[in-house]
T-cell receptor
């Protein structure tokens, strides 16, 4: 299986533009999440989902929307891009419960630059 | 509440010498602890994890870590560094028991490992 996939790998936006970062996983994981990684910092949680139709905010949700219509997909939408959203974005998934539920699987990341 | 401190932002070692990446944590409950590695322009890969079994945890690529509750540490070691070990390493803490909701993962700021030929 492919694991966690993200598209695009790179993106440049102008301030005020909107876009959607795609994330998909083929491991039938209930839990999916989005993180951003900024220089000199660890990853910070943006939004997460414990299953289709259920989403909630993480540590830094402002300026981002998510939806979870299927188990496989968890897109992240930037409503009106700002330079402060320049970052590397990682999608992750894991089982919700049971053995191995503590192990996150990360996608390769999307590098976003907002001019 | 929980926090993670990676004591070194950069570590430089010669190829073939031991590696030590230091991590201290604080947690108000029994935590799970992880080390992830990130190679340049790549995603994060799990190296190893501690979830309450043996305190000495062996991971991939010859890495291991020891959970020391009395010192609240989870240092990562490898006996002999290889050039391919050059990467960013993250120590991560999370609550062991989850009841749903956010993961509660707290990431350290990372340690950049440099391998000198």
């Amino acid at each position: 299986n492919a694991g966690v996939t993200q598209t695009p790998k790179f993106q440049v936006l102008k301030t005020g533009q909107s876009m959607t970062l795609q994330c998909a996983q083929d491991m039938n994981h209930e839990y999916m999440s989005w993180y951003r990684q900024d220089p000199g910092m660890g990853l910070r949680l943006i939004h997460y989902s414990v299953g289709a139709g259920i989403t909630d905010q993480g540590e830094v949700p402002n300026g981002y929307n998510v939806s979870r219509s299927t188990t496989e997909d968890f897109p992240l939408r930037l409503l009106s891009a700002a330079p402060s959203q320049t970052s590397v974005y990682f999608c992750a998934s894991r089982r919700l419960l049971g053995g191995g539920a503590d192990t996150q699987y990360f996608g390769p990341g999307t590098r976003l630059t907002v001019l | 509440a929980q926090s993670v401190t990676q004591l070194d932002s950069h570590v430089s070692v010669s190829e073939g010498t031991p590696v030590l990446l230091r991590c201290n944590y604080s947690s108000s409950y029994s935590p799970s602890l992880f080390w992830y590695v990130q190679h340049p322009n790549k995603g994060l890969q799990l190296l190893l994890k501690y979830t309450s079994a043996a305190t000495l945890v062996k991971g991939i690529n010859g890495f291991e870590a020891e959970f020391k509750k009395s010192e609240t540490s989870f240092h990562l070691t490898k006996p002999s560094a290889h050039m391919s070990d050059a990467a960013e390493y993250f120590c991560v803490v999370s609550p062991r028991l989850r009841r749903g909701g956010a993961d509660g993962l707290t990431f350290g700021k990372g340690t950049h490992l440099i391998i000198q030929p």
